[in-house]
C-alpha cells in the first residue's frame, strides 16, 4: 500500500507567514522614539540581562543568608548587585570582542577552543593565581597558566602591567 501527503498552497503560505508574528505590547506610546522593529530588538536583547540576573538566584551566590530590613539597604544592595552585573556583561562583551577581533580561542569547559567564553568560566579560570611578596616591597605573580596569559594579553596593557 502506498499513499502520499497533500497541502493546499494557500493553506501553507498562511502557516509560513504566520510564523513570522510575534505579538508585543508596551505602554511606550511614543512612537516618535521607537518604530516597531527597533522596539521589538529591544525587547529581545532583555534576553541577555535576564540570564546576567540568573546567577542571582543560584546557591554559589548564597543570597539566602542575607537578610535585611530597611528598604534603604535593599536599594543599596540592588544598586551593588547591578553594578557588578553591569561589569560582569563590560568584561565578558571585551573579552569575546577582543577572542574575535584578534582572531584567537579560549579553552572552553570542555577544553575546546571557543571565542564566546562567558565570564563565569573566565573568573573561575582565574583561580591559582598569587601575589609573592619579597622583602615586603618586591611583588610577583605567580601560578598564571597560559590560558589566564591569553586573557591577560588580550585585554591590553593595563591588565599586563597588573598582572606583570
Known amino acids: 500500500m502506498t499513499g502520499s501527503c497533500a497541502v493546499a498552497v494557500q493553506t501553507r503560505r498562511d502557516a509560513e507567514a504566520s510564523l513570522g508574528c510575534f505579538v508585543l505590547a508596551t505602554n511606550d506610546t511614543d ?4 518604530d516597531a522593529g527597533e522596539l521589538l530588538r529591544t525587547y ?5 540581562v535576564e540570564r ?9 551566590f548564597l543570597v539566602s543568608s542575607l537578610y535585611l530590613k530597611k528598604p534603604e539597604r ?4 540592588l544598586m551593588v548587585m547591578t553594578l557588578c552585573l553591569m561589569v560582569y556583561a ?3 562583551h571585551r573579552i569575546r570582542y577582543e577572542l574575535k577581533r584578534q582572531s584567537r580561542t579560549f579553552p572552553d569547559m570542555k577544553k575546546k577552543p571557543a571565542q564566546n567564553p562567558t565570564g563565569r568560566w573566565v573568573f573561575l579560570c582565574f583561580d591559582g593565581i598569587h601575589v609573592l ?9 605567580v601560578g598564571i597558566s597560559e590560558r589566564q596569559s591569553t586573557i591577560i ?8 602591567e597588573i598582572y606583570s
Not at 512612537?31 to 521607537?34: E, F, K, P, Q, S
Not at 611578596?133 to 605573580?141: A, F, I, L
Request: hydrophobic residues 35%; positive net charge; aromatic residues 10%.
Open 90 to 92: 563590560a568584561i565578558q
Open 153 to 160: 594579553f588580550i585585554l591590553g596593557s593595563t591588565y599586563q
Open 133 to 141: 611578596s619579597v622583602n615586603g616591597t618586591e611583588k610577583h605573580m
Open 44 to 48: 529581545k536583547s532583555q534576553q541577555q
Open 31 to 34: 512612537t516618535a522614539r521607537l
Open 74 to 77: 535593599i536599594e543599596a544592595l
Open 52 to 60: 546576567g540576573f540568573r546567577f542571582l538566584k543560584s546557591p554559589d
